[in-house]
């Protein structure tokens, strides 16, 4: 299948991204409220990023396929897969716009830093490889397709390392708000919702018609950069 190959293609970035630092301090409770805050401040402006993303995808689907629910057993046809996919596009849409909100809230529990929030160059500059590439993927929207599962596959498999560490320490009423923020964190990308969604998500990659030697070339491609960006989001939480 094309999530295996694309899995398999570099297994030391794909750890270094899942396996990061700040997962291992995340998981063993060893963080500090500054870095947290400072990684959930980037993680919304790159949410906004998502969200566009997500609307850029829709748009570009056929119109047929908006608006009608397609079968999610035995899917027949192109045209059904892409219902499919347009109906998994919303969901996410409407799930990321509920997730800003979440990150609000729990930025608020953290105190603030006497100079205003900004937008890292690096989260920047991610968020507009974002937007080239659901704009300039193929008819398929292979790129754009990719690049949705590869992003949230990376996030379970993050989260789901830091959860590994924490299942080790009991949760205690005496918790701070600082670790009641993680084990939030943890449990909202490790829930079964995300990972069905996750799973939905590589169904849609593994439809798409590989037809050509230049085309998995440039699916790759996305998945290498994307693995270079998570690895470097990650880090944003020590730059304060």
């Not at 997962?23 to 409770?29: A, D, H, N, T």
């Not at 997730?99 to 529990?109: C, H, P, V």
């Amino acid at each position: 299948m094309l999530t295996e190959q694309l899995l398999a293609l570099d297994p030391d970035s794909y750890y270094a991204a899942t396996e990061h630092q700040l997962l291992e301090e995340i998981g063993s409770l060893q963080l500090p409220p500054k870095n947290m805050r400072a990684w959930m401040v980037q993680d919304k402006f790159y949410t906004s990023g998502y969200i566009n993303m997500l609307a850029k995808m829709m748009d570009r689907l056929p119109t047929q396929a908006q608006g009608t629910e397609a079968d999610s057993d035995g899917i027949a046809n192109e045209q059904d897969i892409t219902k499919r996919l347009y109906k998994n596009l919303s969901f996410a849409h409407e799930n990321i716009i509920r997730e800003a909100s979440f990150f609000d809230n729990l930025i608020k529990r953290y105190e603030s830093p006497s100079t205003p929030d900004n937008i890292n160059s690096l989260t920047q500059d991610y968020v507009d490889f974002q937007q080239r590439v659901t704009e300039e993927s193929d008819s398929q929207l292979g790129e754009a397709v990719i690049l949705l599962w590869a992003m949230e596959r990376v996030f379970y498999d993050a989260w789901s390392y830091a959860g590994s560490l924490l299942k080790d320490i009991p949760a205690s009423d005496n918790d701070s708000e600082h670790i009641k923020t993680i084990r939030e964190l943890v449990d909202n990308w490790t829930s079964p919702d995300f990972k069905e969604f996750v799973d939905e998500c590589a169904f849609h990659v593994n439809a798409l018609p590989v037809d050509s030697a230049g085309q998995m070339d440039s699916y790759e491609q996305v998945f290498r950069d994307m693995l270079v960006f998570e690895q470097k989001f990650w880090d944003l939480a020590y730059e304060i």
